[in-house]
T-cell receptor, first 116, second 115 residues
Framework: AQKITQTQPGMFVQEKEAVTLDCTYD???????LFWYKQPSSGEMIFLIY??????QNATEGRYSLNFQKARKSANLVISASQLGDSAMYFC?????????????FGTGTRLQVFP | DSGVTQTPKHLITATGQRVTLRCSPR?????VYWYQQSLDQGLQFLIQ???????AKGNILERFSAQQFPDLHSELNLSSLELGDSALYFC??????????????FGPGTRLTVT
């Protein structure tokens, strides 16, 4: 069965430093997509970055980059130059593409706290 | 702002009652997804509609139902509510269906509290 694992319940990082949030996945489907979402205390889910299983290069979006290691089945999120506003819950998710659906399977999340 | 709207933002109701949550997808998006976020279950997929038709079902209770209308907005109906149904309910939308790597954009959510 498809599964997403986030082993870090909480992470701390100092402002302006880089931080890596871990995500591993399990799937037997050769075609899949990996996503990261940010959920601030206000509750909304904000899309950050996407990586397709066939993409040759790691995805980047501004200060966010995805360290995709297919053989290890990991899709870690790297946030560079952390800002106080980055404090939030971060969820890794996988698109399950079987049987005509694009439903997302989410990990349990990592709470990131950025301190001055 | 993701472009996905959900109403109401908050809902407080009693056990045994029925409520309807509404979602309008981003302009042009044909797929609508419903997710439930609770403390004990985390974020779980409930159901997906594509252009008015049900496409996939997840861990959705029989007391829950949904539909997508011709104008593509969607409603999630929750009936015979129990305390355990208290959660944040998200609607998300995307352009297309399986095989396409389109990201899902989430609405702000409806926080349901059952007392």
């Amino acid at each position: 069965a498809q599964k997403i694992t986030q082993t870090q319940p909480g992470m701390f990082v100092q402002e302006k430093e880089a931080v890596t949030l871990d995500c591993t996945y399990d799937t037997s489907d050769p075609s899949y997509g990996l996503f990261w979402y940010k959920q601030p205390s206000s509750g909304e889910m904000i899309f950050l970055i996407y990586q397709g299983s066939y993409d040759q290069q790691n995805a980047t979006e501004g200060r966010y980059s995805l360290n995709f290691q297919k053989a290890r089945k990991s899709a870690n999120l790297v946030i560079s130059a952390s800002q106080l506003g980055d404090s939030a819950m971060y969820f890794c998710a996988m698109r399950e593409g079987r049987e005509g659906t694009d439903k997302l399977i989410f990990g349990t999340g990592t709470r990131l706290q950025v301190f001055p | 702002d993701s472009g996905v709207t959900q109403t109401p933002k908050h809902l407080i109701t009693a056990t045994g009652q029925r409520v309807t949550l509404r979602c309008s997808p981003r302009s042009g998006d044909l797929s609508v997804y419903w997710y439930q976020q609770s403390l004990d279950q985390g974020l779980q997929f409930l159901i997906q509609y594509y252009n008015g038709e049900e496409r996939a079902k997840g861990n959705i209770l029989e007391r829950f139902s949904a539909q997508q209308f011709p104008d593509l907005h969607s409603e999630l109906n929750l009936s015979s509510l129990e305390l355990g149904d208290s959660a944040l309910y998200f609607c998300a939308s995307s352009v297309t269906t399986s095989g396409s790597p389109y990201e899902q954009y989430f609405g702000p959510g409806t926080r349901l509290t059952v007392t």
